[in-house]
């Protein structure tokens, strides 16, 4: 069973920095995507950041230059660890950040953890 675990959420001052970490748990065979997500009140879903299977690495326009994303992969893809580091950070930013995962037996979210930048 895939379990996929967030940590390091907080409430943080504007220009300040805050690590993510998602704990990733049980074989995945092949992965083929691996994103952080964010979700503010009132809003859709999107994407924060991705790493492709091919290793290639995308991020949306918002946190590009602030953010950066990182895995560390076991070597049976028993045990992942995929982190976001953010820095600079805006009000703007304010949001559930989720762990979000696509291998080849499905597709797995974390259950998200709570960011906030406030003064």
């Known amino acids: 069973q895939v379990q996929l675990v967030e940590s390091g959420g907080n409430l943080v001052q504007p220009g300040g920095s805050l690590r993510l970490t998602c704990a990733v748990s049980g074989s995945l065979f092949m992965i083929y995507h691996v994103g952080w997500y964010r979700q503010a009140p009132g809003k859709q879903r999107e994407m924060v950041a991705a790493?492709?299977?091919?290793?290639?690495?995308?991020?949306?326009?918002f946190v590009k230059g602030r953010f950066t994303i990182s895995m560390d992969n076991s070597r049976d893809n028993a045990k992942n660890t995929v982190y976001l580091q953010m820095n600079s950070l805006k009000p703007e930013d304010t949001a559930v950040y989720f762990c979000?995962?696509?291998?080849?037996?499905?597709?797995?979210w974390g259950q998200g953890t709570q960011v906030s930048v406030s003064s």
């Open positions: 790493i492709t299977g091919a290793g290639s690495i995308n991020y949306a326009d």
């Open positions: 979000n995962i696509r291998c080849s037996i499905g597709e797995y």
